[in-house]
């Protein structure tokens, strides 16, 4: 699948980890509203799948709504089936990204080191998920880039701030998967856009940066 047909523009991911299935429309539509068009819920949330069909309701084709931390071919089923349009994996499993190709949906699968990514990759996977980004650093992400096929598509996911998304950036950071930092148990939707509008101004920034440099 191409990289933008699956994230959107701009390539930043709001994780929703936790997310109730009462909460997720209001959610989702202030995520939107701040310029969020890729939204993820891990299945390890409440009713993640019911909260997956709650927001391809409330968006409709407005923005991609896809599963995360899926673990087995059968949740691969169960989040299509769901109305989910792209998996998120925390690790990468052939088996789950042969079932995600088979589904007709993106594939986004977690890698931390180069085997990781070229297993992942000859699996096909459409882009990488380079987890858990505060483990590791941009020049680790632009010395694995050196030896990835041209053209992979890589979001650092864990722990990323608005301050250090230009270094990402500039390192070859293709896009964004960004969790607790905008959503959390308890944050209103209006603190939520709020957060979520700070995370588009630091990539729009970030891009222009690089466009300069």
Same mark, same amino acid.
């Given at each position: ?24 429309? =209001? ?5 939107? =509203? ?71 949906? %993106? ?8 085997? =990781? ?54 390192? %070859?950071?293709? %896009? ?38």
């Amino acid at each position: 699948m191409n990289f933008e047909d699956m994230v959107g523009d701009p390539p930043l991911i709001a994780i929703l980890r936790g997310l109730t299935t009462p909460e997720a429309p =209001e959610i989702g539509e202030a995520l939107f =509203e701040a310029g969020f068009c890729c939204l993820e819920i891990p299945l390890n949330s409440p009713t993640p799948l019911m909260s997956i069909a709650a927001l391809r309701m409330q968006l409709g084709g407005r923005a991609k709504v896809g599963a995360g931390t899926v673990l087995t071919q059968d949740e691969v089923k169960e989040a299509a089936a769901a109305g989910a349009q792209f998996i998120v994996s925390p690790n990468a499993d052939p088996a789950v990204i042969a079932a995600t190709n088979a589904a007709g949906l %993106g594939s986004l699968p977690g890698v931390f080191t180069p085997t =990781e990514a070229f297993t992942a990759l000859a699996a096909g996977a459409d882009a990488l998920k380079l987890f858990p980004a505060d483990a590791s650093s941009p020049q680790s992400l632009k010395a694995l880039l050196a030896v990835l096929p041209a053209k992979t598509h890589v979001l650092p996911v864990g722990g990323i701030e608005t301050a250090s998304m230009a270094a990402w950036r500039a390192a %070859g950071a293709a %896009g964004f998967g960004i969790g607790s930092a905008i959503w959390s148990r308890g944050r209103s939707p209006e603190g939520v856009e709020r957060r979520a509008r700070s995370y588009i101004a630091a990539w729009r920034r970030a891009v222009r940066s690089e466009a300069h440099a």
